[in-house]
C-alpha cells in the first residue's frame, strides 16, 4: 500500500473521477497530463475500492479500466500507458447512457420526496398551532475528511437519527424531523437536517441548533461540524425579503407556513444532481422523515438508512 492512501479522501476520490471522466468525454484530444492523471487516478481508486458498495456510473466506468488492466490483482501501468486517448474515451462513452439514466432517476426520486416531505410538513402543521423550525447542515471538517467513507458516514447519521427518536436531550419536544443525504465537492459527505418541535413547549432556535451541532461534533469525535441556520444573521437575510421560513411558525400565517414548506423543500432538489452519493450501501435511504399519527401527540418511527 501506498504510504499516502491512507490520508485520501473517499468522498474527493469519487468526484474527482467523475470529474475526470465528464472530461474526458467531452475533450477532443487528450491533455499533456492525461496518462498520469489517469493512473493516478486509477490507484486511488482501487485503494478505496470496496465490493459491497454501489457505485455511480462514472466511477463504475473507471473500475471497468481497473479490470481490464489488471495482471494478479495489481494494476499494469504500460499497458496502460499504452491506450491511447481515444481508446479510453470510447470506453468511457459507454457509460454516457447510465449516468444520464442516473440524474434522470435522482431528478424523479427527488420530485418524489419533496412531495411526500411537503405532505408530512403540511400534517404538522395543520394539527399544531404553532411549530419551531429548525435546520442545521452537518457535515466533516475538511482537514477529517479522509477519516470518513459512506460505511463511517451512515454509521453516524444513524446513531443522530437514534438520539432525535428517543427524544435525548436536545430533542425533547419534537413533533417532527426530516434529513437528506449529500455528497459535495467541498463538504464531501453531509446531512441536511430539519428539526420541528412543538411551539408551545419550545423556543430558543438557535440553541437548538447549536446543541444538535454539538451532539454531531460528539458523535463523530471532533471530526464533524455543523452550519446553524437559525442564527440571528442568517434569519434576518430572509426576513428582509419576508421569506424567512425557519424559527416560530404560526398555522395562522399563511405567508409564515408558505415560507417554512419553502425552506424545507431545500432539503429535497431535483436540480441538485451534483450533490448526489457517488457510492451507496445496498438500499441505503438518502432520505427520510419522522412518521406522522394524527392521534399521537409524540411518535416513534425507525431510524434506518436502509430499507
Not at 489488471?70 to 474515451?89: M, R, T
Not at 430533542?171 to 430539519?194: I, N, P, S, V
Not at 418541535?197 to 461534533?217: E, M, P, V
Amino acid at each position: 500500500m501506498n504510504s499516502q492512501q491512507k490520508y485520501l479522501n473517499p468522498s474527493r476520490v469519487l468526484i474527482n473521477i467523475e470529474q475526470f471522466v465528464e472530461r474526458t468525454i467531452a475533450s477532443r484530444y487528450a491533455w499533456r497530463e492525461f496518462h498520469d492523471e489517469l493512473i493516478d487516478l486509477l490507484f486511488d481508486l482501487h485503494a478505496i475500492f470496496d465490493f459491497e458498495l454501489q457505485y455511480s456510473a462514472y466511477v463504475e466506468a473507471m473500475l471497468e479500466l481497473i479490470w481490464q488492466n489488471n495482471i494478479a490483482c495489481k494494476i499494469d501501468i504500460d499497458q496502460l500507458k499504452a491506450l491511447s486517448f481515444k481508446q479510453v474515451q470510447q470506453g468511457f462513452d459507454r457509460f454516457k447512457r447510465s449516468r444520464d439514466k442516473e440524474i434522470n432517476d435522482f431528478c424523479r426520486l427527488e420530485s418524489r420526496n419533496r412531495e411526500r416531505l411537503r405532505d408530512y410538513l403540511d400534517d404538522l402543521l395543520g394539527h399544531y398551532s404553532k411549530l419551531l423550525f429548525v435546520r442545521v447542515d452537518l457535515a466533516y471538517l475538511k482537514g477529517k475528511q479522509h477519516k470518513v467513507n459512506v460505511w463511517q458516514f451512515q454509521q453516524d447519521v444513524r446513531e443522530l437519527l437514534g438520539f432525535i427518536q428517543d427524544g435525548d436531550r436536545c430533542f425533547r419536544d419534537l413533533e417532527g424531523y426530516a434529513w437528506a443525504l449529500e455528497q459535495g465537492e467541498e463538504k464531501g459527505f453531509h446531512c441536511h437536517l430539519l428539526l420541528i418541535y412543538n411551539g408551545s413547549t419550545r423556543q430558543k432556535d438557535y440553541y437548538l441548533a447549536d446543541q444538535t451541532i454539538q451532539r454531531w461534533q460528539e458523535i463523530t469525535e471532533g471530526n464533524g461540524y455543523g452550519f446553524n441556520c437559525n442564527t440571528p444573521e442568517h434569519k434576518s437575510q430572509f426576513r428582509k425579503m419576508d421569506s424567512l421560513g425557519i424559527g416560530m411558525i404560526h398555522r395562522d400565517n399563511d405567508r409564515e407556513v408558505q415560507n417554512a414548506i419553502q425552506a424545507c423543500s431545500y432539503l429535497v432538489n431535483p436540480e441538485k444532481s451534483n450533490q448526489q452519493l457517488r457510492v451507496k450501501l445496498l438500499r441505503m435511504h438518502t432520505f427520510g422523515t419522522g412518521s406522522y399519527k394524527r392521534n399521537y401527540r409524540r411518535y416513534r418511527g425507525i431510524p434506518s438508512l436502509n430499507a
